[in-house]
């Protein structure tokens, strides 16, 4: 399969500004799909060889594997551990705030004031 043709696995933005936001040795290949990397999430476990600045931020600009022709399935194989993360352990007694809370006292107030 061509994989400039498959239009769910391949995007390139050359119109970009930022573009190529950094080398990745495929000069005729980058895929833009990932621009902002799914698993920036997993910190260190996230396979890539990404870096760490002496303030503790994770840097990938020496990552180049989800612009790579084998990115997507890179990044597919690794993404249900990023829905792990992102499953809730228990379900909240409500949606929104919790009770006591500044939004919720600044709900009431709004109440009790008289519209102008």
Excluded: W
């Amino acid at each position: 399969m061509d994989q400039k043709k498959a239009g769910e696995r391949y995007f390139c933005n050359d119109a970009c500004p930022y573009f190529p936001c950094h080398p990745t040795g495929e000069d005729e290949y980058f895929n833009c799909l990932f621009c902002y990397c799914p698993l920036y999430v997993l910190g260190e476990s996230c396979g890539g060889n990404a870096r760490y600045t002496g303030e503790g931020v994770k840097d990938c600009s020496a990552c180049g594997i989800p612009h790579s022709p084998g990115g997507y399935d890179f990044v597919l194989e690794r993404l249900p551990r990023v829905m792990q993360m992102a499953l809730r352990k228990e379900q909240p007694e409500k949606e929104g705030p919790s009770k006591g809370s500044d939004s919720d006292r600044a709900r009431e107030k709004a109440k009790n004031r008289p519209c102008f």
